[in-house]
């Protein structure tokens, strides 16, 4: 019985206080101790001397940083509309080609319709001579080093200079994306490079640039006249 009582005392001084306030929420709203006391995550503790102007400054630090979230959102979705653009009219082109030499060229040198600074088209080989074409001579190992055995694709912060030459060693975001071309062809990697930050990061455009790879080991299985794999 006596918890019951003391139950019913709680509840109706909570009313009590409930009412107090929706009574005098004029004089509340200036009393900042209070504030910092009811609202502490809103409000810093102590007294806050000039309560409107402390609300404003403190709004405004809000809405900025909700003005820099939408930005960066909807940077990154026009980033990832351009690249998916992008892999629509390089495959356009990748099938377009009239040769094999040509076919190459076109995908080495979409560096730009992806938003990147460089191409590559790295294969495993001896020796480390670019072509002129932009088909590398990787060491062997490196793609497994760069993807782990099984990894398809990764998007990188660095190594840009091991995979495309001293093009890419100021390079801050590379994509770089297995090719499956034949059973018993090298390793093969295909490798966008850009100077800006996170110019690759998303699901959308990582979704994009692995169609893209898909798309192009395709086509050079066809020019070579290898079986599917």
Sequence with gaps: MERAEARDSAIAAAEAVKTYIKMNRARLAQDGELLALLLPERFDSGEVRDLQRYVIERLSAENASLRAERDALMATRATAARLGDGARRVILDLIDARSFEEAIACVTGAASAFGADCAALCVEGEGVADNAQGVRLIPPGTVNAVLGADGTGAILSGGGRILLGAHGGDCKSLA???????????????????????????????????????????????????PRI
């Excluded at 100077?195 to 979704?207: I, L, N, S, Y």
């Design 176 to 226: 770089a994306f297995r090719l499956r071309i034949g059973r018993d062809t090298p390793a093969a990697i295909y490798v966008l490079g850009a100077h800006m930050e996170g110019r690759f990061e998303g699901e959308d455009a990582v979704a994009d640039l692995s169609f893209f790879a898909r798309a192009l080991e395709r086509a050079i299985r066809a020019w070579l006249d290898l």
